[in-house]
C-alpha cells in the first residue's frame, strides 16, 4: 500500500547548534520508498549519516548563526506487510536465539524489564502461547493506562507509566517493550508516520520477536497496524529521536501528516481468536 | 554543487526474472541527496537492499510474466568535496593500515595487481611520494591506453588491457587499481554519474587510499573530477554491476544524464605540481 | 604488560538452563591473548558468539538436566596500552562526531544522563578542557560515595546512587559514565580482570571518548590503571553482564585472580597537573 | 569431536617487515576453541585483529630488525558439524538471496566465473537438484583435475586450472566455486586443518550455499568432511592467505598437523545416493 508523508520542522537556533534529525523513512526489502524530497531553508549543508550499525537514516545539520531553520520532508512509500500465523506458536529459547537479537533482550533506559518481572510473570507468565502473551498485555497496557496527551515528559519510563497509569504512544510502547524482555521475549522500539492518527503526530509503536520475525503491536489501538510507515527502530526512544538538539534551539512547530496515496485501504486489527500478526520486515 | 541525474534503463523479459539495480546515488556525509524519484512501468514491487555491509544501495525486482519494463530514477544531489593535500606523503605502511582497507589491497577478479607487480615496480616504484605514483601511472594508462568504445567486454581485466593498450572507463580505472595494489597502495572501483561525461553514460573511476583517506583518480580524464555523483563502490566491477540480470532478459536502452542544478562550476583537474587530490568521502 | 588471569564459575543446575557466559579476554590490537584455556565440567558443548557487532566474547551452554557444573577460564594476555597527552584538549562537538559513537552519548539502563543534566553542569559544567571534567567527576565520586559491598545490587542505577552516595565498582562507573553523558561526553563501560584488587573479583570501570580516543577512567581508584584486562564493552552493565542465566540456576562460588606474568611493573594513577591519561585501545 | 590442531612458521626476516598471518582457528557456535597458544620467538607485540566484517581471526607482526622468527600456534578444537538433508532441493532463487550472500555469487580473482559459464552449463546445467549439481561438479573435477604438488603456483587461478588440468588443494576448491558460481549457487573458500591430510598441510575446500546453509566440499576427496578444523573464509585465496609478507621476508618452514583429540572417529565422505551433506555453520 502507498502512502504520502510529510514532516515539517521549524527550529529557532539562538547559538552555534547541531541538529541531528531521524526523519527519513526506512527503506528496506518491505518498505520501498518511491520518491524522497528534503528541503531546508535557509539552505544548509546536511550530512546523511545512518545509526550505529545502519539500521536507521539519520541527517546532521550544523548552523553557525542565529536564525530560523525550516526543514521539509516529503515521501511516497510502498509498504508489502506480511501477515503471520502464531497458532502453536513455540515458547522463545535463549539457547537457540541469535545474537543480534540479545540487545533487545536487556532493559534499556526507559524499558526496565529488570524491575517489571514479578509484576509481568504474575500477570502473564501463566499463558503459552508468547504471541497471546504479548497481545494479552497490550490489551492490558490499552485498557489501564490512559492516553493522556502532555501527561509525560522524556524522562518518563515504563517503570513511571506502570505507577501513573497516563501516558502518550511513547509511554505505551515503553511499558509494552519492558514487559515483554520481562518475560524473555524480546521486543524493541520504533517510530513511525501512521494512516489516522488523530491529531497527526510521529508515532511509537513496538515489534516482538516471535517465531523469528518481528510482529507489530500497538497498545494505543489507535491506528490500524497496516497504516505504519516507519522510521526508525532502537531499544527504546532514547535510540531513536527525531530531532536531537546540541545547543541553544527551541523548536517552534512540528508538523506531520501521513496520507494513502492508491485506492483500497482495508485496516487491519489484531483479533485473538485469529492468532494473526503482522509484520513489516 | 548540485547536481541532477538520471537513469533510463529499459528491459524485454522473456521469461521470469530477478532484476539488481544498483544506480541509486549513494548517501553519505558528502553526498546528500536531496531529492529522489523512482519510477517502475509497469508497477513492480522493488525491494530495496544495501550491498554486504551498507555501502551501496541497490533495488531487487522480481518479475513473473514476460513484459517490457522501464526503471526511471532521478536525483538531485548535492556534494560536499575536499580538497586534500599530498606534499611530503609518506609511504603506506601495512603496519599501521586498518583492517577495514586489507579488501582493497589484495587482487580481485578484474584487477590482478598479484601479475602487475614487476611491471608496476619496474615503471614507478622509484617515485617516493605515493600520491605522485597514483598521479603517474595514472598519466601513463591516459598515455598509453587508447579510450575505444566496444573495445572490450564484460570479460576483460587489467591484465588484459595492459596487452590490448585499448579499452573504455572501466577497464581505465581496473588498471588503475591494479597497478595501486601491485605498489602496495590500496585501491577502490567506484561507479558514478558524471557531468560533462560525452556520450552521457555511466562513468567508472578509482579512490587510492593515501593519508587515511579515499583520493579520487580518473585515467580517462574525460570529466572535471568535481563533477562526480558516486553511485557504488567495491573492488572492482565485479561488485558494483549497475544492472545484474537473472533469468532470459535483454536490455534494450539505457539513457544516463547528468546536469549542474546550481550556478558556479568551475572544473577542477589535477595538476602534478599541486600535489591537490580531492576526496569525496 | 602479561597478567595472568583466571575465573572459576560453579553453579547449581534445578532445570533445564541456558548460561550465556562473558568471561574471555577482549582480543584487540592492544591486548594479545597468548594462551587461553576453558574446562567445562561435566564437558558440555559451548558455542562461541559474539556479541551484537563483535564486541565482546560469550560463551553459550546450555544444560538439560540437574547437575552441577564448573567453568573454569585461564588467559595469559599482553596489554600495549598507550599513554595519552589532553593539554589543550578541545571540547567535542557533536558537529565532528563518528556515529559508531552516538550510542554512547545517549542514556541507558543504568546510566540516565538526562536525569543528571543540572547537576553534571552545575558541578562540572564551567570547567573547559574535558579531559579536566571527567578526571574531576571521578574524583567527586570517589570522594563523595561509599564504597560499600552489599549495598546495591542488580537493579540500581546511577540515579540513584547519586541519593544513596553508595555502591561498589559497577554503581561508580555508572555514575561516571551518566555524568560524562550529561556533558555530552561520550562515555561506556566495561568489565575487567584487575591485578590488585582486594578481594579479588571482576572489576568495572569507564572509558571517555576525548580527542577520538577512548580515555580509561576509574571512580572506585582501587587498582592502578596500567593493571587492567579488558573483558566487554558496552553502554553499562546491561550490555557486558558477566553472567546471564535463563533457567533455575542458582550460583553456588565464583573465583577470580589476575596476577603479572612478567617483572617490572610500575602502577600508574592519574595525576591532574600532568593531563595524562591511558587508553588500551 | 575433539582434534588438536598445531602450525609453525620460520621465517628469515631481511629488513624492517610486516607479516599478517591467518592460522588461528576460527571460533564460532560450531566449533569451540578449548585451548590455544601462541608463542612468538624471539617475543615480538603481535596485534590480534579481525578480517573486515570480523569473518577471520588475523595476527600482524612489525619487525623491525634482521632476525630469524618462530611463530607457533597450537589449539584444542570441538567441532560440532551437523549433517544437512538435500532430497528435493529446491533452486536457488535470486529472489530470495540474502544480500550478505551476493559477494559469493559473483566472480573473483582465483575464480572467474563469467568465463566458465557455457561449461559449467553444459556439463551440470540439466541437472535439477543444485545438491547433485555440486556433488557433481565435484566428482568431475576430483576425476579429471590431477592432484600435483609443486604443478600450480600463487597466481594460478580456476580458468588456468579448468585448461591445466592440474593442481592442488587450492585449485581444485577454486575450480568447485567458479563451476558453482557458474550456475548461480553461491560459493566460498575456506582455509583449514585437516585430519589425515598427507603430507600434513594447511588444507583449502569450499562450501555451497543450498537451503540457507552453507554445505561443505571437498574436491581433493583426501580427508573425509568431518575431520575439518576452519581457519578462515572468503571469496577466494585472496582473502585468506595463511600469510601476507611485507617487506624482505622469506619462509623458511612450515609444519602443520591436526590429531583427534577423542576416541571414536569415524570418517564421512557423501554418497551420491544419499543426498546428505556437511555443514560447519
Known sequence: MKFETKAELKYNILSPATLILNIHALRTPRQTVLEETLVIEPYLKAEELSSEHGENRLIRIEILKDEDITISYKAVVDNFFRETN???QPEISVANLDTSVF???YPSRYCQSDKLYRFANNKFGSIKNPYLQVLELTNWINSNVEYLSGSTNSQTSAYDTLTELAGVCRDFAHLGIALCRALTIPARYFTAYAYKLNPPDFHACFEAYL????????ATKLVPLNGIVKIAT????????????????SCKEINVSCKVAEEGFKPFYYKPAELKGLSYQ
Open 211 to 218: 517465531g523469528n520475525e518481528w510482529v507489530l503491536f500497538d
Open 103 to 105: 540487545p533487545y533482550l
Open 86 to 88: 502464531h497458532t502453536d
Open 234 to 249: 532502537g531499544r527504546d526512544a532514547a535510540d531513536t529521536a527525531v530531532a536531537s538538539l546540541f545547543g541553544n534551539v
